[in-house]
């Protein structure tokens, strides 16, 4: 003889429960495969479109690795932004200079530190960088062709 078989704790099942659960893992089976199928046309039909130029040029850092002026920071803000449909799409853009007095600290020579975020709520001391009229202007200040979006859905 050989070794003896456990019997299992789980509850037998009867013949129309196990017909249900078949059922049940077909449909699933048939279910998943359409919606991969779906997916997958969707993809494919989906029109590939490459990233929008970017507008102006990058200025550069100072050595310290923030920009010196506010309108610098704004312009590094709208390149980097311009240069993506997604953060063209949500980017506001704002700026700050970093540097703030400190009391008992000699005062530094280089007190222009701006950096810039797409949004003000890092504080009141952000400031917005593109007044906007926004009947035919992105959120940059450039003009748009409400035909032609840069950035089409």
């Not at 993809?43 to 850092?61: F, I």
């Not at 312009?75 to 997604?86: E, I, L, N, Y």
């Not at 949004?119 to 593109?130: A, I, N």
Request: aromatic fraction near 8%; charge should be positive.
């Amino acid at each position: 003889r050989g070794p003896r078989r456990q019997r299992s704790t789980a509850p037998a099942r009867s013949p129309p429960a196990r017909a249900a659960m078949a059922r049940a893992l077909r449909l699933a089976a048939v279910l998943a495969a359409l919606g991969l199928a779906d997916a997958a046309t969707l993809r494919s039909r989906a029109a590939q479109q490459p990233p929008p130029e970017p507008v102006g040029t990058e200025p550069e850092k100072d050595k310290d690795g923030a920009y010196a002026a506010k309108a610098d920071a704004c312009q590094a803000c709208k390149f980097a932004a311009t240069a993506s449909c997604a953060m063209y799409k949500t980017c506001i853009c704002y700026a700050t200079n970093t540097h703030f007095q400190v009391g008992g600290i000699p005062d530094a020579k280089d007190t222009k530190h701006f950096r810039w975020a797409c949004g003000d709520e890092g504080g009141s001391k952000y400031e917005l960088c593109f007044n906007v009229d926004y009947t035919y202007q992105d959120a940059f200040g450039d003009r748009v062709d409400p035909n032609k979006p840069k950035c089409p859905a």
